[in-house]
């Protein structure tokens, strides 16, 4: 059976519900979030221990929905198969958003944690194959409908969190998406997340 290019589709849809519905469909078929362990946890606060995580990342341009579109498209055309052999890989919650160089936005794909970065095809043109080291990190849940606003407002809360806890940023904030950006509702809170540098007094 030939395969669905779901990334062009997501890519090249003219209406924000129809990429919404594509999401969907990646949402259904995604690996479990990556293990992490939680140090603190306060309200809708958390401070977390990552493992290292490897990642599929590809930079967009323009406002935050099309390049959170474009990226959906392009990286899900590799982890579904379009364009290489071998089998597709499951799409692991969250995706994530960081805004990158000038006007731009770094997507990232998780790889679901057994998966070796040896074992995957080289992508192409656009995408690459990263790894990002273990680290803690401070989050925020972000319930509602995604928006600029709501982002910047719940990321000066965490960085006022991070602060009053003696933290340090190691980092700019990133989004984790559980949900698509693109549809209107969510069933999940997406989240902000700021890398926090090591705490050498050992505090929690």
């Given at each position: 059976?030939?395969?669905?290019?779901?990334?062009?589709?997501?890519?090249?849809?003219?209406?924000?519900?129809?990429?919404?519905?594509?999401y969907?469909?990646?949402?259904?078929?995604?690996?479990?979030?990556?293990?992490?362990?939680t140090?603190?946890s306060?309200?809708g606060?958390?401070?977390?221990?990552?493992?290292?995580?490897?990642?599929?990342?590809?930079?967009?341009?323009?406002?935050?929905?099309?390049?959170?579109g474009?990226?959906?498209?392009?990286?899900?055309?590799?982890m579904?198969?379009e364009?290489?052999?071998?089998?597709?890989?499951?799409?692991?919650?969250?995706?994530?958003?960081?805004?990158?160089?000038?006007?731009?936005?770094?997507?990232?794909?998780?790889?679901?944690?057994?998966?070796?970065?040896?074992?995957?095809?080289?992508?192409?043109?656009?995408?690459?194959?990263?790894e990002?080291?273990?680290?803690?990190?401070?989050?925020?849940?972000?319930?509602?409908?995604?928006?600029?606003?709501?982002?910047?407002?719940?990321?000066?809360e965490?960085?006022?969190?991070?602060?009053?806890?003696?933290?340090?940023a190691?980092?700019?904030?990133?989004?984790?998406?559980?949900?698509?950006?693109?549809?209107?509702?969510?069933?999940?809170p997406?989240?902000?997340?700021?890398?926090?540098?090591?705490d050498?007094?050992?505090?929690?």
């Open positions: 059976m030939a395969k669905i290019g779901w990334g062009r589709i997501l890519a090249g849809v003219a209406t924000a519900a129809a990429a919404g519905a594509a969907i469909y990646f949402k259904q078929r995604a690996a479990r979030a990556p293990l992490h362990e140090l603190a306060e309200g606060f958390e401070i977390r221990r990552y493992p290292a995580l490897l990642v599929v990342e590809t930079v967009q341009y323009g406002s935050r929905d099309r390049a959170l474009n990226g959906f498209g392009v990286l899900a055309d590799y579904f198969g364009g290489r052999e071998g089998e597709e890989i499951p799409i692991t919650m969250p995706v994530l958003a960081e805004p990158f160089g000038d006007g731009g936005w770094r997507v990232r794909f998780l790889i679901p944690q057994g998966i070796a970065r040896e074992s995957l095809e080289p992508p192409g043109e656009g995408i690459a194959i990263a990002i080291p273990a680290r803690e990190v401070a989050v925020i849940s972000v319930p509602g409908k995604p928006s600029d606003r709501l982002f910047s407002a719940r990321t000066a965490l960085r006022r969190w991070i602060k009053a806890r003696g933290r340090v190691a980092g700019g904030p990133e989004h984790g998406y559980y949900n698509s950006p693109l549809k209107p509702g969510t069933a999940l997406n989240e902000v997340l700021i890398p926090l540098a090591d050498a007094d050992g505090k929690r």
